[in-house]
């Protein structure tokens, strides 16, 4: 069993830094960060592959969030800096075994899930 734990999460004034982390136990090919606030939709902020080499970001994200990932720990990481009230939301980590089909990341590209952290950006 898929076991995947999030943590970093937390309130912060805006303008401030974050650092989510993603614990496993699988070793997976691809993860990614998603987003979700109550009444919308799950979004994908970021993603990765193995070894970094194709990376998704969220327009409203780019410049300001950074993915990165220790294989070997298995711990997949989102930078977040330069914080404001529309990053407000529960994060998500996802992994999976093969790539995102579209250029965007959706839900049912990733089998495996965490239970979230919430970030709360107050201004």
């Known amino acids: 069993q898929v076991h995947m734990v999030e943590s970093g999460g937390g309130p912060v004034q805006a303008g401030g830094s974050l650092r989510l982390s993603c614990t496993s136990n699988y070793k997976s090919n691809y993860m990614a960060w998603f987003r979700q606030v109550p009444g919308k939709e799950r979004e994908a902020v970021a993603a990765s592959s193995p070894v970094g080499t194709v990376i998704y970001y969220a327009d409203s994200v780019k410049g300001r969030f950074t993915i990165s990932r220790d294989v070997a720990k298995k711990i997949v990481y989102l930078q977040m800096n330069s914080l404001n009230s529309e990053d407000t939301a529960m994060y998500y980590c996802?992994?999976?075994?093969?790539?995102?089909?579209?250029?965007?990341?959706?839900?049912?590209?990733?089998?495996?899930w965490g239970q979230g952290t919430q970030v709360t950006v107050s201004s």
């Open positions: 996802a992994a999976g075994p093969t790539r995102w089909q579209s250029v965007a990341p959706v839900p049912a590209d990733f089998p495996y």
